[in-house]
């Protein structure tokens, strides 16, 4: 199971930090995704990371701004939102992919997800 939090109301270019906490069996083979849906558009990818913490993967529009980084030994995945915009306001979701051969952008690939967190860009 995951359970996301930490999301919140932020002025443009202030940062936010998302948690998701994973319970249950992980494999070293598991992603975890951060996903994001705005009101009116598709749910989109953010960004990934393997569960061994080894490899990463963003989109373009936030490669230079978030980062995202896994609690180790924990079991939380950090998603570290930096110099924010109007246009990331959305609810991010976390998800897993479980027996992920790579970092997948495809929400389908995703088994698990947790709750979302709304995050609120004002400027």
């Known amino acids: 199971q995951l359970q996301a939090s930490g999301g919140g109301l932020v002025q443009t270019g202030g940062s936010l930090t998302l948690s998701c906490a994973a319970s249950?069996?992980?494999?070293?083979?598991?992603?975890i995704g951060w996903f994001r849906r705005a009101p009116g558009k598709d749910r989109e990818f953010v960004g990934g990371?393997?569960?061994?913490?080894?490899?990463?993967h963003y989109r373009d529009s936030v490669k230079d701004r978030f980062t995202i980084s896994r609690d180790n030994p924990g079991n939380t995945v950090s998603l570290h939102m930096s110099n924010l915009k109007s246009e990331d306001t959305a609810v991010y979701y976390c998800?897993?992919?479980?027996?992920?051969?790579?970092?997948?952008?495809?929400?389908?690939?995703?088994?698990?997800w947790g709750q979302g967190t709304q995050v609120t860009v004002s400027s």
């Open positions: 998800a897993a992919d479980l027996a992920a051969s790579r970092i997948s952008a495809n929400w389908k690939t995703y088994t698990s």
């Open positions: 249950g069996r992980t494999f070293s083979s598991t992603v």
């Open positions: 990371i393997r569960w061994s913490g080894t490899g990463t």
